[in-house]
C-alpha cells in the first residue's frame, strides 16, 4: 500500500487563526514518531490532515504515491486513528463495538484476537458504557487496529491508563512500530514516549521546530522538548 | 454496498432494543402533541377529517425531530460519527443506514399514533389502510432523507436542537401538506381515493427528488465540517 | 469589481429617481385604479427575488463541489438579498391584497410559496449565525433543498389553493404600462446588483484582513 508518507509545506488556516504554518516532515514505516509541542502549536490540526478528514489550506501531503486530495476508500482503510474521544457506542458491548468496525473495514473474525491484545477479555460482553476511561482508551485503540492500518494516529493514548495499561500500551506500540507500521503519537506524558519514540518532531506554534529520526529509540524527551518548545 | 447499509441500521436497531429511547420518548411526544391539538380542536367530541389528519400529521412532524437528534446524538456521544467517516465504507451507505433506522422509529410511532386516532377520534383510519400505509410510508422516508441529512450535519452546534427545526420545517412543508390532505381525503364522507393516491404519487416524487440530491449532497457536506 | 459597483449604483440610482415619475404618469388601470401602482415595483421584487434565490443555489452546489470560499461569498452574499428582497415583495404584495382582496394575507399559492422561501433563507441566515464549525455546508444545504423545494411547495400549495392574478399580465401589458414597468425591472435589477456587489466587496476586504492577521502573526508583529 504505501510505506512512507510525506507532509510538504501543509499550512492550515482558520479565519485569522494559523494553526500551521508550513510544515514539512517524513513518516517511515517501522518508525514511531513523537509529535510534541505546546497547546496549541498545531499538533492535533496535523493529526487531523493526516486522517485525511481535514483538508489542509496549503502544501500537499503524499501517502507512498496516493496524494491527500485523491484520498479515496481505500486510503481511508489503510488509516487507524485513537481520538480525544472514544470513537464508540456506549450502548454496545466491547466485542459487538469491535465486531461492528470490523465490517465495516470489510474484514471479520479478529474482535476476540484484538480484544485479548488490550487486555479486554473479561469486560468483552459488557456495555462499553460500564467501562472504565482506561478500559475506554484501550478498546478504542483495539478499534483502530480494526482494520490493520499501514499509518496509526494517536492522540494521547496514555491518557486514564493506569501503570500497567501504560506498560502493555507500550509493548503493544512497540510490536507494531517493529511489525512496520508508521505511527505517530501525540503526547505530553514524555516519560511513556520515552524508550519507544525513535523519531521525535517538536511543533511550536504551527512550524516544525525540532526534527529527528534514529535507528535507537530516544531515551529521554524531557531534554529535546525543553530545549526546542 | 447494501450490506454496509444494513450493518448501520442494524447496530442502530440493537442499540434501540436494548435501550427503547428513541421511540418511547418520541411515541410520549407524539401523543401529548395529539392531546394538545384535540383540546384546540375538538367540538363535542368529534373532529372534522381536516383536523384529525393535520393533527395527525403535526404530531409525526413534531415528533420525528425528537428522534432525528436523538438518533444524531448517538454517533455524536464518542464522536462515534468521525470514526463511521473514517472507515473505508462509503458515505452513502453511512447515510442509508442512519436513514433507515429513522424511517423505521417512526414508523413504529405512527403505526401507535394511527390507531390511536381512531380510538381518540372515531376516524375510519383502518378503511382504506394500504392508501394510508403509502402516505405514512413515502411522507416519512422524504421527512428522514431531508431530516436524517440535516441532523448529521449539525455536529456540534450548540443551539443544534433548534437549528433542526429552523432548517427542516421549511423543506419538509410538502410533505406536512400531502400527507395531511391526502390523509384527510381518506377521512371525508364519501372518501375521495383519487386524491389520495394523487397525494401518493406527489410524495413518491418528492422522495425521489430529495433521496438523490442528500445522496449527492451528503459526501461533499460531511467531510470536514469546519 | 468596484468600478461595476459605482455604475450598477448609479443606475440603480437614476432608475429610482425616474421610475416613480413614469409610473404616476402612466395610465391608470380600469379595475383597480390607483392601487395597481403597487405592481410597478412588486413583480420587479419579486423577479429579482427569484434570481437571488436561484444563484444562491447555483452558488451553493459550487461551493459544495469546489469548496470555493468565493462561491460561499457569492451564496451568503444572495441569501441575504434573498431575504431582503422578499420581505419587499411580501410587503408590496401585502398592501396590495390589503386593497384589492381586502384582507393583508390570504393562503394563496404564491403567496404562501413566497412566504415559505422567506422562512428557508431566514433559516439559513440563522444556520450561518448560530450553526458553530460546519454552518457553511448546512446553509449550501439548506439553498440547494429549498430551490429543489420551491417548484414542489407551488404544485402542493397550487392544488391547496389558489386566487393570485394571472401571469399572464406582464406579456400582454399595454405599451404605456410596459414602459414603467420594465423601467422599474432595470431599476431593480440595477439595485440589487450594487447591493450584491458591495457585499461581495465586504467579504473580500474580510478576507484580505484575515489574511493580513496571518501574514503579521507569521512576522511576529503579534503576540
Known amino acids: ?229 | 454496498m447494501l450490506r454496509l447499509v444494513g450493518l448501520v441500521l442494524w447496530k442502530d436497531l440493537v442499540v434501540e432494543w436494548r435501550t427503547r429511547e428513541i421511540v418511547s420518548t418520541m411515541l410520549f411526544f407524539a401523543v401529548i402533541v395529539m392531546l394538545i391539538f384535540s383540546f384546540a380542536f375538538l367540538s363535542e367530541g368529534r373532529a372534522s377529517g381536516d383536523a384529525v389528519a393535520g393533527i395527525l400529521w403535526t404530531a409525526i412532524a413534531f415528533s420525528g425531530t425528537l428522534g432525528l437528534s436523538r438518533a444524531a446524538d448517538r454517533e455524536r456521544d464518542g464522536d462515534a460519527l468521525r470514526a463511521l467517516l473514517l472507515s473505508p465504507a462509503p458515505r452513502a451507505a453511512l447515510y442509508l443506514g442512519k436513514t433507515a433506522g429513522i424511517v423505521i422509529f417512526m414508523l413504529a410511532t405512527e403505526l401507535v399514533v394511527a390507531a390511536l386516532s381512531t380510538v381518540l377520534f372515531g376516524a375510519a383510519l383502518s378503511a382504506h389502510a394500504a392508501e394510508l400505509s403509502g402516505l405514512l410510508l413515502l411522507g416519512t422516508i422524504g421527512y428522514a432523507a431531508i431530516g436524517g441529512l440535516f441532523s448529521l450535519m449539525l455536529g456540534r452546534a450548540r443551539s443544534r436542537d433548534v437549528l433542526l427545526a429552523v432548517v427542516l420545517y421549511p423543506i419538509i412543508v410538502p410533505v406536512i401538506i400531502a400527507g395531511s390532505k391526502g390523509t384527510s381525503s381518506l377521512l371525508e364522507s364519501i372518501p375521495d381515493l383519487a386524491a389520495a393516491r394523487y397525494w401518493i404519487k406527489f410524495l413518491a416524487v418528492f422522495d425521489i427528488v430529495f433521496v438523490t440530491l442528500a445522496l449527492w449532497a451528503f459526501e461533499p457536506l460531511i467531510v470536514e465540517r469546519g | 469589481m468596484k468600478k461595476m459597483f459605482v455604475l450598477t449604483l448609479s443606475l440603480a440610482a437614476l432608475g429610482l429617481l425616474v421610475s416613480p415619475w413614469l409610473i404616476l404618469r402612466a395610465p391608470q388601470e380600469s379595475t383597480m385604479g390607483l392601487v395597481q401602482k403597487i405592481f410597478y415595483y412588486h413583480v420587479p421584487t419579486a423577479m429579482v427575488d427569484f434570481l437571488t434565490i436561484y444563484l444562491c443555489g447555483i452558488a451553493s452546489v459550487a461551493f459544495l463541489v469546489k469548496r470555493s470560499p468565493r462561491a460561499d461569498a457569492l451564496a451568503v452574499a444572495s441569501a441575504e438579498l434573498a431575504v431582503v428582497f422578499g420581505a419587499c415583495t411580501l410587503w408590496t404584495g401585502s398592501m396590495w391584497a390589503r386593497k384589492a382582496w381586502g384582507v393583508w394575507w390570504t393562503w394563496d399559492v404564491r403567496l404562501t410559496t413566497f412566504a415559505l422561501c422567506e422562512m428557508v433563507f431566514i433559516g439559513y441566515l440563522l444556520v450561518r449565525s448560530y450553526g458553530g464549525p460546519g454552518s457553511r455546508g448546512l446553509a449550501a444545504a439548506l439553498a440547494l433543498f429549498g430551490c429543489a423545494d420551491v417548484p414542489l411547495i407551488y404544485v402542493s400549495v397550487s392544488i391547496w389553493r389558489t386566487m393570485h392574478p394571472q401571469t399572464t399580465v406582464v406579456p400582454n401589458l399595454v405599451k404605456p404600462m410596459a414602459v414603467p414597468f420594465w423601467v422599474a425591472v432595470f431599476t431593480m435589477l440595477m439595485l440589487y446588483l450594487a447591493l450584491l456587489l458591495a457585499r461581495l466587496l465586504h467579504e473580500r476586504n474580510r478576507t484580505r484582513v484575515d489574511e493580513l492577521y496571518v501574514a503579521a502573526a507569521e512576522a511576529g508583529l503579534e503576540e
Not at chain 1, 17 to 27: D, F, H, K, Y
Not at chain 1, 131 to 159: K, N, V
Open chain 1, 1 to 229: 500500500m504505501f510505506d512512507h508518507v510525506t507532509v510538504e509545506g501543509v499550512t492550515k488556516v482558520y479565519g485569522r487563526q494559523r494553526a500551521l504554518g508550513g510544515v514539512s516532515l517524513r513518516l517511515e514505516a517501522g518508525r514511531l514518531c513523537a509529535l510534541l509541542g505546546p497547546n496549541g502549536a498545531g499538533k492535533s490540526t496535523l493529526l487531523g490532515i493526516l486522517s485525511t478528514l481535514l483538508r489542509p489550506t496549503g502544501g500537499e501531503v503524499r501517502f507512498g504515491s496516493v496524494q491527500h486530495r485523491q484520498a479515496g476508500r481505500t486510503l481511508r482503510g489503510a488509516i487507524g486513528l485513537v481520538a480525544h474521544e472514544s470513537f464508540l457506542y456506549g450502548d454496545l458491548t466491547g466485542r459487538e463495538n469491535l465486531r461492528f468496525f470490523e465490517r465495516l473495514y470489510g474484514g471479520g473474525g479478529r474482535a476476540q484476537t484484538l480484544l485479548s491484545r488490550v487486555g479486554l477479555d473479561e469486560a468483552a460482553d459488557r456495555p462499553v458504557r460500564t467501562y472504565s476511561r482506561g478500559m475506554q482508551q484501550r478498546l478504542a485503540l483495539a478499534r483502530a487496529l480494526c482494520g490493520q492500518p499501514r499509518l496509526l494516529l494517536l492522540d494521547e493514548p496514555f491518557t486514564g491508563l493506569d501503570s500497567s495499561g501504560v506498560a502493555a500500551l507500550r509493548t503493544l506500540l512497540a510490536e507494531l512500530r517493529d511489525g512496520g507500521v508508521i505511527l505517530m503519537l501525540v503526547t505530553h506524558d514524555l516519560a511513556a514516549a520515552a524508550e519507544l519514540a525513535n523519531h521525535v518532531v517538536v511543533l511550536r506554534r504551527g512550524k516544525v521546530a525540532f526534527d529527528h529520526a534514529q535507528s535507537a529509540p530516544f531515551a529521554r524527551l524531557d531534554e529535546v522538548y525543553a530545549a526546542h518548545a
